[in-house]
Protein backbone atom coordinates (compact mmCIF):
# COMPACT_ATOMS: atom_id res chain seq x y z
CA UNK A 1 0.00 0.00 0.00
CA UNK A 2 1.09 3.62 -0.83
CA UNK A 3 0.57 6.61 0.61
CA UNK A 4 0.10 10.08 -0.19
CA UNK A 5 1.30 13.45 1.27
CA UNK A 6 0.81 16.46 0.16
CA UNK A 7 2.37 19.92 0.48
CA UNK A 8 1.77 23.15 -0.55
CA UNK A 9 2.36 26.51 0.79
CA UNK A 10 -0.69 27.79 1.56
CA UNK A 11 -1.75 24.34 3.36
CA UNK A 12 0.92 25.09 5.35
CA UNK A 13 0.25 28.75 5.85
CA UNK A 14 -2.28 27.51 8.21
CA UNK A 15 -4.87 26.50 5.86
CA UNK A 16 -3.61 23.50 7.68
CA UNK A 17 -4.46 25.33 10.92
CA UNK A 18 -6.69 27.82 10.72
CA UNK A 19 -9.34 28.37 12.96
CA UNK A 20 -12.70 26.95 13.27
CA UNK A 21 -14.35 27.98 9.61
CA UNK A 22 -16.21 26.43 7.04
CA UNK A 23 -13.59 27.06 4.09
CA UNK A 24 -10.12 27.44 6.23
CA UNK A 25 -8.33 30.63 5.17
CA UNK A 26 -4.97 29.37 4.75
CA UNK A 27 -3.60 32.28 5.71
CA UNK A 28 -4.25 34.36 3.10
CA UNK A 29 -7.43 36.78 4.03
CA UNK A 30 -10.71 36.60 5.81
CA UNK A 31 -12.10 32.85 5.07
CA UNK A 32 -10.90 32.52 1.51
CA UNK A 33 -10.36 29.46 0.35
CA UNK A 34 -6.55 29.67 -1.59
CA UNK A 35 -5.70 27.17 -4.34
CA UNK A 36 -2.09 25.74 -4.11
CA UNK A 37 0.19 24.67 -5.94
CA UNK A 38 0.08 21.39 -3.85
CA UNK A 39 3.31 18.63 -4.51
CA UNK A 40 1.81 14.97 -4.04
CA UNK A 41 4.65 12.94 -2.79
CA UNK A 42 4.24 9.05 -2.59
CA UNK A 43 5.95 7.18 0.33
CA UNK A 44 5.61 3.57 0.43
CA UNK A 45 4.17 2.06 3.73
CA UNK A 46 7.99 0.74 4.68
CA UNK A 47 9.28 3.99 4.40
CA UNK A 48 11.66 4.22 7.75
CA UNK A 49 11.89 7.76 7.69
CA UNK A 50 8.24 8.45 7.44
CA UNK A 51 7.07 5.85 9.54
CA UNK A 52 9.56 7.32 12.54
CA UNK A 53 7.87 10.87 11.89
CA UNK A 54 4.28 9.05 12.32
CA UNK A 55 5.77 7.25 15.38
CA UNK A 56 6.92 10.71 16.43
CA UNK A 57 4.00 12.52 15.94
CA UNK A 58 1.94 10.03 17.30
CA UNK A 59 4.11 9.81 20.53
CA UNK A 60 3.72 13.82 21.65
CA UNK A 61 -0.16 13.74 20.58
CA UNK A 62 -0.57 14.82 24.08
CA UNK A 63 0.65 18.15 23.45
CA UNK A 64 -1.84 18.93 20.62
CA UNK A 65 -4.45 17.55 22.84
CA UNK A 66 -3.47 20.08 25.76
CA UNK A 67 -3.10 22.78 23.29
CA UNK A 68 -6.93 22.53 21.57
CA UNK A 69 -7.97 22.08 25.45
CA UNK A 70 -6.34 24.85 26.60
CA UNK A 71 -6.23 27.06 23.67
CA UNK A 72 -9.72 26.53 21.96
CA UNK A 73 -10.29 28.50 18.80
CA UNK A 74 -7.02 28.77 18.10
CA UNK A 75 -4.91 27.43 14.85
CA UNK A 76 -4.51 23.80 15.09
CA UNK A 77 -5.09 20.58 12.64
CA UNK A 78 -4.97 16.87 12.56
CA UNK A 79 -3.09 15.20 9.93
CA UNK A 80 -5.28 12.03 8.95
CA UNK A 81 -4.89 8.98 6.83
CA UNK A 82 -8.02 8.47 4.96
CA UNK A 83 -8.47 5.40 3.02
CA UNK A 84 -8.43 5.32 -1.14
CA UNK A 85 -8.84 2.87 -4.13
CA UNK A 86 -4.77 2.32 -3.31
CA UNK A 87 -4.02 3.41 0.21
CA UNK A 88 -4.00 6.14 2.24
CA UNK A 89 -4.38 9.87 1.36
CA UNK A 90 -2.79 11.82 4.57
CA UNK A 91 -4.57 15.05 4.43
CA UNK A 92 -4.90 18.14 6.93
CA UNK A 93 -8.24 18.05 9.02
CA UNK A 94 -9.10 21.47 11.00
CA UNK A 95 -12.09 22.30 12.53
CA UNK A 96 -11.43 19.49 15.41
CA UNK A 97 -13.90 18.14 18.30
CA UNK A 98 -13.13 15.04 19.87
CA UNK A 99 -15.53 12.58 21.57
CA UNK A 100 -13.92 9.81 22.87
CA UNK A 101 -12.44 8.01 19.67
CA UNK A 102 -14.37 9.54 17.77
CA UNK A 103 -12.81 12.76 16.24
CA UNK A 104 -14.51 14.66 13.41
CA UNK A 105 -13.19 17.82 11.50
CA UNK A 106 -12.98 19.76 8.17
CA UNK A 107 -10.97 18.73 4.98
CA UNK A 108 -8.05 21.57 5.43
CA UNK A 109 -6.88 20.67 1.41
CA UNK A 110 -8.25 19.81 -1.26
CA UNK A 111 -8.16 16.10 -1.46
CA UNK A 112 -5.74 14.23 -4.38
CA UNK A 113 -8.04 10.71 -4.40
CA UNK A 114 -10.83 11.18 -1.81
CA UNK A 115 -13.89 11.31 -4.63
CA UNK A 116 -16.89 13.32 -3.58
CA UNK A 117 -14.53 15.17 -0.69
CA UNK A 118 -13.05 18.48 -1.52
CA UNK A 119 -12.10 21.51 1.25
CA UNK A 120 -14.40 22.08 3.93
CA UNK A 121 -15.76 18.22 3.47
CA UNK A 122 -16.76 17.08 7.03
CA UNK A 123 -14.83 13.88 7.93
CA UNK A 124 -14.91 11.23 10.65
CA UNK A 125 -12.13 9.68 11.56
CA UNK A 126 -10.17 7.64 14.56
CA UNK A 127 -7.12 8.14 16.85
CA UNK A 128 -5.25 5.38 15.11
CA UNK A 129 -5.78 7.34 11.50
CA UNK A 130 -3.89 10.62 13.22
CA UNK A 131 -0.31 10.67 11.03
CA UNK A 132 0.44 14.45 12.33
CA UNK A 133 -0.38 17.34 14.00
CA UNK A 134 0.10 21.23 14.22
CA UNK A 135 -0.61 24.10 15.89
CA UNK A 136 0.76 27.69 15.41
CA UNK A 137 2.14 29.91 18.08
CA UNK A 138 4.16 33.58 17.68
CA UNK A 139 4.07 32.81 14.25
CA UNK A 140 5.82 29.14 13.98
CA UNK A 141 4.03 26.32 13.26
CA UNK A 142 4.82 23.77 15.68
CA UNK A 143 4.42 19.74 15.31
CA UNK A 144 4.36 19.01 11.10
CA UNK A 145 6.56 16.08 11.74
CA UNK A 146 5.69 14.53 8.84
CA UNK A 147 6.31 17.83 6.75
CA UNK A 148 10.07 17.87 8.04
CA UNK A 149 10.12 14.88 6.10
CA UNK A 150 8.04 15.73 2.92
CA UNK A 151 10.11 18.55 2.35
CA UNK A 152 13.06 16.70 1.65
CA UNK A 153 11.40 16.05 -1.56
CA UNK A 154 9.61 18.74 -2.82
CA UNK A 155 11.14 22.04 -5.10
CA UNK A 156 14.13 23.16 -3.23
CA UNK A 157 12.45 26.92 -2.98
CA UNK A 158 9.06 25.77 -1.88
CA UNK A 159 11.03 23.45 0.72
CA UNK A 160 12.91 27.06 2.05
CA UNK A 161 9.54 29.30 2.39
CA UNK A 162 8.04 25.52 4.16
CA UNK A 163 11.24 25.66 6.61
CA UNK A 164 10.82 29.25 7.17
CA UNK A 165 7.40 28.86 8.28
CA UNK A 166 8.19 25.60 10.73
CA UNK A 167 9.34 25.88 14.58
CA UNK A 168 12.90 25.09 15.00
CA UNK A 169 11.87 21.76 17.01
CA UNK A 170 8.06 20.03 16.77
CA UNK A 171 7.10 20.35 20.28
CA UNK A 172 7.90 23.83 22.24
CA UNK A 173 10.37 23.65 24.59
CA UNK A 174 7.70 24.33 27.52
CA UNK A 175 5.18 22.31 26.06
CA UNK A 176 3.27 20.25 28.21
Known amino acids: MRALFCVG?????????????????????????????????????????????????????????????????????????????NGHEHIWVSDIEAKGDTITGRLANDPDNLPGLKLGSPVTFTRAQISDWAYEKNGKLYGHYTTRIVIKHIDPAEAAQVRAMLSENPVESDAS
Not at 40 to 51: H, L, P, S, T, Y
Not at 64 to 72: A, I, V
Open 9 to 85: LAALALGACGPAQTAPSQGQGEGQAVAAEDQIVNFGADDAEMNAAIAAARKTLPVFWNHLRTKPGEPSSLKVGLATS
